[in-house]
């Protein structure tokens, strides 16, 4: 899952909501006076948009609007409409309808199971060259996660049969003491908010998930992989052979863990603005 060191929002990112054809969805935002480019951010499993706050700023003042989201069934967005669907090809579809409103080409970067999402966001999109600038995959494999990542979904499916979200918290509490209580009070409340079928779903998908490699490298669009270690949820050498098979740029940030944008935040802003540069 992912993680989080402090949830000061600064005064140059906004928080906003988004009006799409698929429903409305929460964002924070940050833009220079006259943008180069606009990108798009998509948390992953149990993530928010509050995952990219050490980034956002600073691609901001690399020259780009960015926009952070909480995906469908996440924290704030809730389930965006009525009747809503949290399968991943429905998640995607939102990504892809949330570009056409930033307005493309967008530059797409998706962390962890947002990474899984926006792949199928490109590989399902009408007219993919004209909405997607880059995709950039952000601690995401080629497939299904790693076996000690699967056995931990595993038991979590089994929980969330017979128990409500809430009451799985004191299981999934970050047990670092420097986590901060208002860290934990976040953390504990958005956990609360995730919608349980959206949980179900992103769990099955991620352990179960094919590898699409040969069809998104076909798509044609700029790619590149960034991924921070020490990971375990997808091996370091999947990702480093998905970045081969792909053509893609790779970058790894030693230190970064399953969320550099978190622990190495500037390394991430660094491999970013030099590929949407490129």
Do not use: C
Not at 214 to 243: K, Q, Y
Request: charge should be negative; hydrophobic fraction near 40%; aromatic fraction near 8%.
């Amino acid at each position: 899952m992912s993680q989080i060191l402090s949830i000061a929002r600064p005064d140059s990112v906004r928080s906003v909501r988004l009006d799409t054809g698929r429903g409305t969805f929460a964002a924070f935002t940050a833009a220079p006076p006259a943008p180069r480019g606009t990108a798009l951010l998509v948390p992953g499993f149990n993530g928010s948009k509050e995952d990219f706050l050490p980034l956002l700023p600073g691609l901001a003042e690399a020259g780009y609007r960015v926009v952070a989201i909480d995906q469908r069934g996440q924290y704030e967005t809730g389930p965006a409409s009525e009747n809503p669907s949290y399968a991943p090809e429905g998640l995607a579809a939102d990504v892809v309808a949330l570009a056409g409103v930033l307005g493309g080409p967008v530059h797409l970067v998706g962390h962890s199971y947002g990474g899984l999402v926006s792949r199928l966001a490109v590989l399902n999109s009408p007219s993919a060259h004209t909405t997607w600038a880059s995709l950039t995959l952000l601690n995401f494999g080629p497939a299904a996660v790693s076996e000690p990542t699967r056995e931990r979904l595993e038991l979590l499916l089994d929980a969330l049969r017979t128990t409500p979200v809430l009451e799985l918290w004191p299981f999934l509490r970050p047990q670092d003491g420097g986590v901060s209580e208002e860290v934990l009070a976040f953390l504990s409340d958005r956990w609360a908010r995730n919608a349980p079928e959206a949980l179900r779903l992103a769990a099955e998908r991620m352990i179960t998930e094919p590898d699409r490699s040969e069809a998104l490298r076909d798509s044609g669009i700029p790619l590149s992989v960034v991924f921070g270690t020490p990971e375990d949820t997808w091996p370091e050498r999947e990702a480093a052979a998905m970045a081969r098979e792909l053509g893609a740029r790779y970058t790894e940030i030693m230190g970064g863990g399953h969320s550099p944008n978190v622990y190495e935040p500037e390394a991430v802003i660094e491999a970013l603005t030099s590929f949407w540069n490129a």
